[in-house]
């Protein structure tokens, strides 16, 4: 008897969870069936970083002014997710999708999937390989590289010892930056880079590692770190030394990083403009439902933020 | 931590073989620090060994909430996603709700303390594999963290922060990480709660025949580990100067690491906090070395892979000595 009531319990919740999942399906396709808004996919590779919070917050704002239904969706960093995300945006009625992939090989069978469909992707900050794309909104990480070798070298008069603190290995944002910047450095031959060492993107492990390297390499007078968080915690690592005897130069232009620059311990970042970024992408997504023409790469400048010109970009 | 002598003077007679199987990791961190003290100058110095004991105070406290849920034969995967929503509601409580620093400070310990409990009685109660039940909480907990930040690191108040500086030269992270662990090993060697939990992982039909209310002890053994979780994120915070929503990711591996390469048995009833804080101090002390010696980043999750190996192979050895 009581496994029996077990089983009906079972059947009971399964049967609710089949309907409630169908029933959420619904609701927006119903929506645009008579006129609704234009509805555009945005899958972000992660929530979990407040730079793709701000490419969220800038395809929000820009979506609300043209008027277009933008579903959201988070990937949470795994691209099987991502996969089941793209699946999904080709069933619901969207008009366009704004990938941004988790991992660009990954995401191509998504892709090419929609392709099929003739569903418009737009790739904003990491590009999709073996996939059509309509078009891709990215910074030049590259160039931007350059530009923090460039920003670091002046800071410390253009000779002596630096670190640098990498992204998660074998990522491409941690790649083009820290190619840009090796090839930044070639200008300058007076300055040494004495230790390279990831710190993952990640604030406290690059606490620990920062204070580990400033051990072996007391007298080092520069950091380059590949994105604010990482040059966050080489400031907070150096203590009092920050913006004195060490100059830190990072990437990215988060809030923490501009108002770090504010104070002075950080000597400069480059912004990307995370925001344009999701801005540009719901206008080419757009652009591109309607038929105009959207060309194929978007390049968002990227910005050297020193404390010069720091007041334009904090809000 | 380490006072441990061989008892070659007792009557038993000396086993080289059961003092490396008992003191393992000790012999390693030992033997660890020797290399790397030949390797680099910068090794031994005051300030780099106060450098590993801060890097230690997180994972370490992590570890000994960890030691409490392996000792009772159960895991505990969301000490990282607790740790994180700990610090999380702390500082949201100071910042967005207003309440002064020390109440957020408390909300942050108690919102740990529940969590930990929630884990606890879906495994005592549900029925539900502490595994699952702690996977589970791993998700919900890292959600709620992103919700109440909504993905934006938040300013810790001053009192959080203030865990995270110095008191005169000593560091407060490493004054923590002391009374924890006088706490943590209080607490599994001298309370009745304590000795109960090795009875529950050794056997706990036996345990539970012998008047141990087992549930109860497995709703405190989670409900310890998430407000381990909950003082270790808090540290982090404080050394940050703010609640990370993406702190502590996958440092529950590391915990169970460190608890493991100190010597617990994953089969329950058996481990030791001094054992946990050693644990935790080789894997610090191996990635503090590495960098110390510019040890590209591939080689360094090979390395840590095979500490980890290494550590539970004496572990197997350790339980055949014992046994024979």
């Known amino acids: 008897m009581k496994s029996m009531l077990k089983v009906t319990l079972a059947t009971a919740s399964a049967a609710l969870l089949v309907i409630g999942l169908v029933g959420c399906n619904r609701t927006p396709a119903a929506d645009n069936g008579a006129a609704a808004p234009m509805k555009v996919t945005l899958s972000l590779s992660t929530l979990n970083n407040p730079f793709f919070v701000e490419v969220r917050d800038g395809a929000k704002a820009e979506a609300k002014k043209l008027g277009v239904q933008l579903d959201i969706l988070d990937a949470q960093n795994d691209s099987a997710t991502q996969a089941n995300q793209l699946a999904t945006a080709a069933s619901n009625g969207s008009k366009a999708v704004i990938v941004n992939a988790v991992d660009s090989d990954a995401a191509g069978p998504g892709v090419t999937a929609l392709n099929k469909d003739n569903i418009p992707v737009i790739a904003v900050d990491r590009t999709v390989n073996n996939a059509k794309l309509a078009s891709f909104v990215a910074s030049d990480n590259v160039a931007g590289g350059m530009q923090a070798a460039e920003l670091l070298a002046q800071s410390i008069g253009e000779k002596g010892s630096i670190l640098v603190l990498q992204g998660v290995a074998g990522t491409s944002a941690s790649r083009d ?13 007076g300055i040494t880079v004495v230790a390279k060492q990831t710190a993952n993107f990640d604030r406290a492990t690059a606490l620990n590692v920062a204070t580990n390297l400033l051990q072996a390499h007391p007298d080092v007078v520069g950091i380059f770190a590949e994105n604010d968080e990482m040059g966050l915690g080489a400031i907070q690592a150096l203590g009092n030394r920050a913006g004195s005897d060490v100059k830190v130069v990072a990437f990215d232009g988060t809030d923490d990083g501009l108002k770090a620059i504010k104070a002075g311990t950080l000597v400069g970042t480059i912004a990307q403009q995370p925001g344009n970024l999701g801005k540009l992408a719901v206008q080419q997504a757009v652009k591109a439902i309607k038929g105009e023409p959207v060309d194929a790469t978007i390049p968002v400048p990227v910005v050297s933020v020193t404390s010069k010109n720091v007041d334009e970009f904090l809000k | 931590m380490t006072t441990t002598t061989p008892t070659s003077h007792n009557t038993h007679r000396f086993s080289t073989k059961r003092f490396l199987a008992d003191n393992g990791a000790l012999v390693g961190l030992v033997v660890l620090s020797l290399l790397l003290f030949i390797a680099t100058p910068a090794f ?148 009745v709660i304590g000795r109960s939990m090795y009875a529950v992982g050794g056997n ?58 100190g010597g617990a048995s994953l089969m329950g009833g058996y481990g030791k906090i001094s054992g946990t804080l050693i644990g935790a101090l080789v894997l610090v002390v191996i990635r503090n070395g590495l960098n110390l010696l510019n040890v590209s980043s591939f080689w360094q999750q090979v390395v840590i892979g095979l500490v980890i190996a290494l550590a539970v192979g004496f572990d197997v050895i350790r339980r055949k000595t014992r046994s024979s």
């Open chain 1, 177 to 189: 930056r820290g190619q840009g910047f090796a090839e930044g450095l070639k200008k300058f031959p």
């Open chain 2, 44 to 191: 031994l110095t005051g300030q780099n060994i106060l450098n590993i004991g801060i890097q230690a105070s997180t994972i370490a406290i992590l570890a000994f909430g960890s030691t409490f849920a392996i000792v009772a034969a159960g895991i505990d995967l969301s000490v990282g996603s607790v740790a994180a929503l700990g610090a999380m509601a702390s500082a949201w409580m100071f910042t967005d709700a207003n309440l002064p620093g020390w109440l957020a400070l408390l909300a942050g310990l108690l919102t740990g303390l529940v969590v930990g409990a929630v884990n606890g009685a879906a495994n005592a109660y549900g029925k539900l594999p502490s595994f699952i039940a702690t996977l589970a909480m791993l998700s919900v907990a890292r959600g709620l963290t992103l919700v109440l930040s909504d993905g934006t690191p938040i300013k810790t108040p001053p009192i959080v922060s203030f865990l995270g500086s110095n008191i005169g030269p000593i560091p407060v992270p490493i004054i923590v990480l002391v009374l924890a662990a006088l706490v943590a090993s209080f607490i599994l060697n001298r309370t």
């Open chain 2, 204 to 261: 706990a039909e036996a345990a539970e025949l012998s008047g141990i209310n087992v549930r109860r002890i497995r709703v405190i053994v989670f409900a310890l580990s998430g407000l381990f979780a909950a003082v270790a994120g808090l540290l982090l915070a404080g050394r940050l100067d703010s609640a990370q929503p993406q702190a502590a990711v996958g440092y529950e591996l590391d915990a169970i690491a460190a608890v493991v390469i």
